[in-house]
């Protein structure tokens, strides 16, 4: 399947993307991940992005076309494809359109994941990420701590609360969020190619995907 995945931080894109890849091998591409590796192994990428990122603000779109165009044409992506925080504004939309055509490949859909705001909150100040690039599995002290505090369930390392999530960065990323992203909403309407769920747990989800592709 080749999807994008629309939603607010915390809609809980990262948690489907790694669901829908257990469906059908397709690769999950998040333009999160990828920075937070970039930045972590000290690279030109990493050093341009990271104070975009620490204050909640988007990297500017160029970075993130010239990220994604080398992605996109890497061999696993054959298979298909689920874009995880990408595009992220107008712009990023319009270049992946013309990146896509391009490069001859036809996306299936764009799923919005639609989830309230109050959960959005308590999700993101409750999330903690494992701090291995390689790794950076996803947990949350309420609802799915790792076995041992702190330690990481799959790798060891140790299990921290993103730069990005104290309270002050998260309304920052929400508010970019409404602003520059909530927009792609109906971009992709016109398109012909949305799909809203409103998303009561990532699995509502996932089945929804799954019953509009027939899989
Ligand atoms: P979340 O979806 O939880 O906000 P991500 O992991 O997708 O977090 O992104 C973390 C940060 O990385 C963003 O706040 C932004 O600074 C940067 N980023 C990720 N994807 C993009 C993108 N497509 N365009 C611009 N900036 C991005
Ligand atoms: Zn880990």
Redesign the pocket.
């Known amino acids: 399947m080749k999807l994008i995945l629309l939603g607010a931080?915390?809609a809980g894109?990262g948690t489907v993307a790694k669901l829908l890849t257990a469906i059908d091998g397709s690769v999950q591409i998040?333009?999160?991940?990828i920075?937070r590796g970039a930045v972590q192994s000290g690279t030109d990428l990493g050093r341009e992005a990271e104070g975009?990122?620490k204050r909640?603000?988007?990297?500017p779109d160029a970075l993130?076309m010239g990220i994604m165009e080398k992605r996109l044409q890497e061999p696993d992506c054959e298979k298909g494809f689920l874009l995880d925080?990408?595009?992220?504004t107008i712009p990023?939309a319009e270049a992946l359109r013309e990146l896509l055509a391009r490069l001859d490949i036809t996306l299936d859909m764009a799923v919005n994941i639609d989830v309230p705001r109050e959960i959005i909150l308590d999700r993101l100040c409750t999330r903690r990420t494992c701090e291995n690039s390689d790794c950076q599995a996803i947990y949350n002290v309420k609802s799915n701590p790792p076995r041992e505090e702190g330690v990481c369930d799959k790798c060891g390392s140790p299990v921290v609360q993103r730069e990005?999530e104290t309270e002050e960065a998260i309304s920052h990323?929400l508010a970019t969020y409404n602003e520059k992203t909530a927009p792609l909403i109906g971009f992709y309407e016109k398109e012909g190619l949305l799909l809203t769920i409103e998303a009561v747990n990532s699995e509502a989800v996932v089945n929804g995907v799954r019953e509009k592709l027939g899989l």
């Open positions: 931080p915390g894109k998040s333009t999160g991940d920075l975009y990122m909640g603000d988007l990297v993130i925080g990408f595009p992220r990023q990005d990323r």
